[in-house]
């Protein structure tokens, strides 16, 4: 058989591992697995969620309300924004499907930073689209104004802060570059990890009103996978001009959240207590992070997220990561991505160190 010739060059994404794959793979005891690689809140769901999600869980057996009234209502007080300026998905990674689906077709043209979320690509190669990437790994506003001048492009990315790197472009400048944009091109900005930028350097908040009401081209994304602690649930949500809403929303499958998904979103949001203390957590155990590569003499990239991107120096990286999975750490390589670096989740004050202790040993293993 054969299939859509646009799946010859697209690869799988690759997840993080799961905890069970390692407890079979590596016989480790499932409660000292230490998963930091996917960057989850590893605080856990808060107890108001968890308490809400039970309540709401015999609600089950009919579909969930397909209007998402009371969530969208709640994006929409908390960015000052209407009703009509929020779409909400399976995951923001469902938005990023929607926006590249509704903008591409054979030939388009996607432009991102080289070293990006890997989804941007795949869900564009599946639509035949051509992407263009800047050359240096990390945001370089002047290069994208470079490559767009010259070539154009349907959609661009900025992703704030950005994964896997972890840097974040600065809103002002943000802004000044959507000054240059043709209305044309829809420019998404990614803001997955934006609450822990927010609270680590007020520059870097994108405000989604002024976004929304100034430009008609610009979809801003959020998720509740991230410092919200619902993975599980896949729930995100794309903030945008109502024209730009209205087309995603005819790409949008029938009941693509859950009842719980849509439960979960809605009363985590309004735990906005349980969320910053998680960042504030975060934050202090990155530094630990900061401290441990200096000490270690290893180059790290400064980090506005709950992750962190260490290089590995005259270590392969490859290597490290996976004597780690085999004692149960489950960290990212990113020898895909071109680095000879991993990415850690921050975790716990517990996980991390362990963390540093099995990676004392890695360090000191003669070549
Ligand atoms: C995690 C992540 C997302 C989306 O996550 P969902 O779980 O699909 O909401 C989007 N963009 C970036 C950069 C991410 O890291």
Redo the contacts with the bound molecule.
Sequence with gaps: MTFNKVLDNLSIYEAGKPIELVVREYGVNPKDIVKLA??ENPYGTSPKVVKALKEKSSSSFVYPDDSMYELKEALAKRFKVNDSNVII??????I?EFCIHAKCYKNSKVLMAKT??A?YEIYAKQTGAQILKTPSDTHNLDEFRKIYKKEGADIIFL?LP??PMGECLDAKDVYKFLDEVDKNTLVVL?G??QEYAIYKDGKKKIDVKKVTKKYPNVIY?G????AYAL?GL???YGIADVKIIKNLYKLRPPFNVTTLSLEGGKVALDDEKFVQKCIKKNFEEMERYEKYSKRNGLTYIPSYTNFITIYTGNKISKEIAQKLLEQGIIVRDMTGYGQNAIRITIGTESQNTKVFKALDKLLMEKK
């Design positions: 996917s960057n998905g399976a995951g923001s990674d469902q990023i990006t979320f989804m992703c950005n994964n990614d997955a990890y994304l998720t509740f996978s991230k993975g896949r729930v995100g």
